[in-house]
Each structure stands twice: as C-alpha cells, then as structure tokens.
C-alpha cells in the first residue's frame, strides 16, 4: 500500500478542516503517478517531481507495534536546490525517509524562507543492498543550526546521543538551537521541550490495535497543524496524541474519525 511521510501527513491534515493552507511536495517515480492523482482528487494540492523510482519499504511488525524490521526494494532521487527554491511557506515539514533525501543545503535553502521542521527518521537509515542499517546523523550539528522544530522516537533519540532519557535528550537538541524538540514515546506518551519547559503529553489507549505504520507522521500532522493555528504546546501534543490513536485502529492514515 502507499505509505510514507508524503502519504500519512498529507492524508491526515487533509480530513482535518481545512483551516490551513497545505501543500505536498513529493518526488516518485512513474510507478506512483496514480497514486499522485488520487491524491490531487482527494483535494490535496501536490507538487509532484520526476524520479527514476519511488521509495518502496516493506516493514514488518511483531507482537509490539512498538518494533519493527525494514527493508528497501526502491529507492528516490534526494531533492535538489533548484526544486526547493521556488518553494513558498511559513513552515517546510521535511520528513525525510532515507539519510540523503535533503542534503544540507537544500535545509539552508529552505531555512531562508521559512520555519524549518525535520523528522529525524530518515536521516539514520541507509540502505545497503536491500537491507537498511541504523547509522549515525552526519551533519546533525549543522542540520539541527536550522532546525525550529525537531520530531524523534525513543529509539532514534538513543542512537543520536547514546541515552535513554528523553530529557537528557531534549536538553542536548536543545542546545544545538532547536526551538521545539518533540519525543514520541510509543504508548508511554511523548515528551515535548520548548521555551525552557518540559511538556509530558500522555498517550491515549486505542480501542483496538490495527495499523501503527505512519504514526509518527500522523503525530507529525496533528502538532504542525495545531501549532500553525497558534495553540500552545500542551493542546497541540494532545491533538496529535489523540490522531495517533484515532489513526492506529484501522489500516492507512488518519480519516478524521
């Protein structure tokens, strides 16, 4: 099924009113270009660059939706300053999927014009054959130099800086220049630091268990779009608290219901 960053957030933020202006930017291959127009018949407006192929993971789950295995079948072309910079927004979401999809540059680039928000995900995965391997964040330091908001789970936070305190860790991405560090905990909740304060948002029990690919993007779509309403860092963790649980009981992204 279509998944990824690009699917789960543009899907999520579109079955919530539209009291925000959103628009994806994508790249695919010609494999994905009915998906491209199913998208747009949805209502979603989508700026859509060519690629040799799109991305293809295949992720598997064990009886902990907490965990899982990865492998990549395909992989996309990273994006380019010249397809950035006619780009316009208040904030750029970057959901980057694999270690090169926005090089530092295209970041700086994009810095210029607007908030910059990144999911860490991407940046600590390389592919290898089929095969994808954890790997260390090169240029973390100059990154997170342009970073407003940054996005990371419990197992990313402990590959970047080798604790297992989401505290520890807000504080040391903190001091790199990031304004909001957002910690995703699974179902122990999520952990938020901004203006110096720590944030504990609880996680919502879901009535049922069904699909937990593309939570942490939908987590992603629910604090953006509440904080591009002007709510306060509480109210927004809860709204996207509360989407991650709406979302996690049933197959594909969140539905609005």
Not at 56 to 79: C, H, M
Not at 96 to 112: R, Y
Not at 123 to 128: G, K, N, P, Q
Not at 191 to 201: H, N
Request: net charge negative.
């Amino acid at each position: 099924m279509s998944g990824g960053t690009a699917f789960y957030m543009a899907y999520g933020i579109n079955n919530l009113p539209h009291d925000i202006a959103f628009q994806l930017v994508t790249k695919v291959g010609p494999e994905s270009y009915e998906e491209v127009d199913r998208m747009r018949q949805a209502g979603i407006d989508v700026v859509c660059y060519d690629s040799a192929k799109s991305v293809y993971f295949e992720n598997r789950y064990g009886i902990d939706s907490n965990q899982r295995t990865q492998r990549v079948l395909a992989k996309a072309d990273p994006f380019t300053i010249e397809e950035v910079l006619p780009l316009e927004a208040k904030v750029f979401h970057l959901g980057s999927l694999l270690a090169d999809d926005f090089p530092v540059e295209v970041v700086k680039a994009l810095a210029e014009k607007g908030r910059i928000s990144i999911d860490v995900q991407g940046y600590l995965r390389e592919v290898r054959g089929e095969k994808v391997y954890a790997v260390k964040w090169n240029d973390m330091e100059e990154i997170l130099a342009y970073t407003d908001i940054l996005k990371l789970n419990e197992h990313e936070m402990e590959m970047i800086t080798n604790s297992k305190d989401p505290r520890t860790v807000a504080l040391q991405m903190a001091s790199y220049g990031v304004r909001e560090v957002v910690i995703t905990l699974g179902s122990f909740g999520s952990l938020i630091y901004a203006d110096k304060q720590f944030y504990e948002i609880p996680a919502y029990e879901p009535r049922q268990v069904v699909d937990a690919t593309g939570c942490g993007d939908t987590y992603s779509a629910g604090y953006l779009y509440m904080r591009s309403l002007g709510a306060d860092i509480e109210a927004s963790g809860k709204f996207a608290a509360a989407m991650c649980t709406s979302k996690l009981e049933h197959n594909g992204p969140y539905d609005g219901k």
